[in-house]
């Protein structure tokens, strides 16, 4: 089969060189590639000591990807056994549901005793698990043993016969479990983390576009009649005060100056307006349309003058009588 592949491929490489690891079979998992095809898998697993497992053996299969071992494999059940569906992938962390917990460092093995080591533990609703109640495992598990694979033939005859418990190999699993058990929690905290970033990152940046009470920079703005021209007597009686409160976050001291931009959204109050419930007087906002409009028109007579005032020396006439004219 060795012909069939090309030797300088990485995976090529790797395959061939764990299925020599694991070409004896043991009292606990064996696995080989099948005869004509390296990336599929075949696995035989024993039922973990002191568990409904107990006396139970169990057939799969493992898919390995092109780019193994940079990506993890996919490891589908076909035995019945009460903790994982069967003829589907399975969600744990050393299968392909999980490519950012893998590490290139792990194999076949790995993933074989992780597998002896998860199947005691809770489901808690991953893909492909299954909570069978404990009778109903250990029937499964009798039941285990009839059964025959296509490829491998009966797989009661793959695993050699247990002598003993094998507490050793039962620790092993137990401790590359918990290896691939850190490695998913090490994963979460890392996106914890990062979402808690985040969040803080968004509410600075709402911090800084929600107004504060105790930090406040206040614009008062008064246009009297001094600045209104002379003629407009009915309106010297009127001014307009504008107050425009903005947010500067993380600074309790008042500042004299206009906020200007910036993400805060000023609040303006005017004459005869409730800041506090947004009311706002109809008579001051009329008042301050009206000396907007006054001011503005003022200023257009005032060029206005002026250049007629450029004709009239053009013309040759004397100041005086263009003041007259004005006038």
């Not at 002896?116 to 009778?135: C, E, Q, R, V």
């Not at 009661?156 to 507490?167: A, I, W």
């Not at 039962?170 to 479990?177: G, L, N, Y």
Request: charge should be negative; glycine fraction near 6%.
């Amino acid at each position: 089969m060795e012909s069939s592949y090309n030797s300088r491929c990485p995976a090529v490489k790797r395959l061939f060189r764990e299925a020599k690891e694991l070409h004896e079979a043991t009292e606990e998992y064996f696995a080989q590639p099948l005869d004509d095809n390296l990336f599929e898998w075949h696995f035989t697993v024993r039922g973990p000591a002191d568990s409904e497992f107990d006396g139970g053996i169990y057939h799969g299969r493992i898919i390995m990807p092109a780019d193994y071992p940079m990506k993890p494999p996919n490891i589908i059940f076909l035995t019945p056994n009460g903790r994982f569906e069967t003829n589907k992938k399975i969600c744990l962390s050393i299968s392909g549901h999980h490519p950012e917990t893998w590490q290139p460092s792990w194999s076949i093995r790995t993933a074989l005793l992780a597998i002896i080591g998860f199947m005691p533990t809770p489901a808690n609703g991953t893909i492909g698990s299954l909570d069978y109640t404990a009778s109903e495992r250990a029937k499964l598990a009798k039941k285990s043993l009839e059964y025959e694979c296509p490829q491998c033939g009966s797989i009661n005859l793959l695993l050699k016969e247990r002598t003993s418990n094998n507490k050793e190999l039962q620790e092993e699993a137990r401790e590359v479990m918990g290896q691939v058990a850190v490695s998913v929690g090490v994963e979460n905290k890392e996106e914890n983390e990062d979402a808690s970033v985040s969040r803080k990152e968004s509410s600075g940046t709402s911090d800084l576009m929600a107004p504060r009470d105790q930090s406040s920079t206040e614009v008062t703005a008064d246009i009297s009649s001094s600045s209104v021209p002379a003629n407009s007597k009915n309106t010297e009686s009127h001014s307009l005060q504008a107050t425009s409160q903005t947010t500067l976050p993380g600074n309790s001291a008042s500042s004299s100056l206009p906020a200007v931009g910036g993400n805060s959204t000023p609040e303006i109050l005017m004459e005869g307006a409730d800041a506090h419930n947004g009311r706002r007087n109809p008579i001051s906002v009329s008042n301050q349309g009206y000396m907007y409009n006054l001011v503005l028109s003022s200023a257009i007579f005032l060029f206005i003058g002026l250049v007629v005032r450029r004709i009239f020396l053009l013309e040759g006439e004397t100041s005086d009588e263009l003041d007259e004219v004005l006038l």
